[in-house]
């Protein structure tokens, strides 16, 4: 079924060790960009990219990278773990403004605990 | 960034219409407006989206005033599994940072049998 990926599901992580979520969408979206969201909280902007080798920080950056090598994947990794840290990251892809203002597909996210 | 004001919670009973209100007043031309909801321990899910005219898909009707500073996402007939928080999201019709959506708190939406 077409849609967007994410693996894996649930991590527990020790403070301080690295890692890196997957993200995969096969609907030839040109955006991907991926969230966090902590209890009680709305989705915050972590980073995104508008194609292909491009990309930009959002409004929480810091302690994430991200690439985009592929149209297909965007995957985030975290440097080094902190508490912080722990939360949920949703991926999301969307088409962009060419193609019109089409709604953005999200994946069922991954449950990050780092302690 | 033109943003959006939903109150923090409504309720509705199963089988009754629901009219979930969204205020912009600051919204520009290029600003479409989207709705999205989130399911318990789910991602967000596109609802429907506008520019000026009045919407219906399968979902939800979304209802634009003829000023755009306001706008009603309606679910005819509202359903246990409707209980979700609902986001009213402007999205402009640009390329890059300004095509994110940015979320706010929603409106936590209960539905009652």
């Known amino acids: 079924n077409a849609g967007v990926t994410q693996t894996p599901k649930f991590q527990v992580l020790k403070t301080g060790q690295s890692m890196t979520l997957q993200c995969a969408q096969d609907?030839?979206?040109?955006?991907m960009s991926w969230y966090r969201q902590d209890p009680g909280m709305g989705l915050r902007l972590i980073h995104y990219s508008v194609g292909a080798g491009i990309t930009d920080q959002g409004e929480v950056p810091n302690g994430y990278n991200v690439s985009r090598s592929t149209t297909e994947d965007f995957p985030l990794r975290l440097l080094s773990a902190a508490p912080s840290q722990t939360s949920v990251y949703f991926c999301?892809?969307?088409?962009?403004?060419?193609?019109?203002?089409?709604?953005?597909?999200f994946g069922s996210g991954t449950r990050l605990t780092v302690v | 960034d033109a943003k959006t004001t939903q109150p923090n919670s409504m309720e509705s009973n199963e089988e009754e219409p629901v009219h979930l209100p969204c205020n912009h007043s600051t919204i520009s031309g290029t600003d479409y407006i989207h709705w999205y909801r989130q399911l318990p321990s789910q991602g967000p899910e596109y609802v429907i989206h506008?520019?000026?005219s009045n919407v219906n898909n399968r979902m939800a009707s979304l209802a634009i005033a003829e000023d755009r500073k306001s706008s009603t996402l309606i679910l005819h007939r509202a359903t246990l599994r409707d209980a979700a928080v609902y986001y009213c999201i402007l999205r402009k019709d640009y390329g890059g940072s300004q095509g994110n959506l940015i979320f706010g708190k929603g409106t936590k939406l209960s539905v009652k049998p």
């Open positions: 506008g520019l000026t």
């Open positions: 609907m030839n979206h040109e955006y």
């Open positions: 999301a892809s969307s088409y962009d403004r060419a193609k019109r203002n089409y709604g953005y597909t």
